[in-house]
């Protein structure tokens, strides 16, 4: 989600927003722990890469076989609430030479940036890019792996998807996009269906007519834990997924799902399963 600014995930809203909803969702998100998120998902038993059953893997996987069609590839790709994560990132720095992160926690921007500068204390994503390096299969050092990615992130900027313009007037990102990228953002943010659209909406105006969205959420979750902050989850089906993007004008290439196994249902959460989908956007909308 390097701070940009010093603004309070993307999406959730400033306490003033009217709608009483979304306002909860932006009190509940200042409790947010970008380490306990980490610890909770990424590290084991969810982090761990050994099982080819396992959720980071098949995630892994999901995205390094569809940008290995070549059709995911341009110039310019914003990744939309970033999380404190990179991983989402390890395939698609291959294609694209200028990448844009977003959050709208300043606690996960500055996570990020302890990773792209390499700092003390960051955390380690080593297994994650030596995992995308296996099986993406071309021989390639995890070390350049992420090199690569730090240097193609060019920044890391603030976002709200409830607003018309999630970037804000004037950003610093190149607009439109040829492709954006997003990991568990619009309905940990959002408080109901209609919400979740319109934040559908509103980033869809960054990407270009015939550009690529890559969209991966929870299935079926209505909370989750970060630390302290207990984050409400607008629960989602495939079906609901598809009708979405539909809806904001989209073409749907892929629609994957993965059902969490028992070992892997930790306390953290109450997810049922994840769903990965490759969308394109229509020329005209």
């Known amino acids: 989600m390097s701070a940009a600014d010093p603004n309070p995930a993307a999406g959730a809203v400033p306490d003033s927003d009217p709608d009483p909803g979304r306002a909860a969702v932006a009190s509940a998100y200042q409790r947010f722990e970008p380490r306990a998120y980490l610890r909770n998902n990424y590290a084991p038993p969810r982090g761990d890469l050994s099982s080819p059953d396992g959720v980071g893997p098949w995630k892994l996987s999901c995205l390094a ?63 994650y890019s030596q995992h995308v390096c296996l099986i993406e299969g071309k021989g390639e050092p995890w070390q350049e792996k992420e090199r690569q990615l730090r240097a193609r992130v060019k920044r890391v900027l603030h976002i709200d998807v409830h607003q018309p313009q999630p970037l804000g007037a004037g950003s610093l990102a190149p607009l439109p996009a040829d492709a954006l990228v997003s990991a568990f953002c619009l309905e940990a943010v959002s408080p109901d269906l209609a919400s979740f659209q319109r934040a559908l909406d509103h980033i869809t105006t960054l990407l270009r007519p015939g550009g690529h969205l890559l969209l991966i959420g929870a299935l079926e979750e209505s909370w989750y834990l970060a630390g302290e902050a207990r984050l409400v989850v607008v629960p989602m089906c495939k079906e609901k997924v598809v009708e979405a993007l539909v809806r904001s004008g989209y ?14 249902q930790t306390g953290v959460d109450d997810v049922k399963g994840i769903f990965f989908a490759w969308a394109q956007k229509k020329v005209g909308v």
């Open 65 to 127: 076989q569809t940008f290995a069609t070549g059709e995911v590839s341009g110039h310019t790709l914003i990744d939309i609430g970033s999380g404190p994560t990179i991983y989402q990132l390890l395939s698609a720095c291959t294609h694209f030479e200028d990448i844009t992160m977003t959050d709208f926690l300043e606690v996960n921007r500055r996570e990020l940036g302890l990773w792209l500068r390499e700092e003390p204390g960051a955390f380690d994503w080593s297994m």
């Open 251 to 264: 073409e749907v290439r892929d629609l994957r799902t993965y059902v969490m196994p028992a070992c892997l």
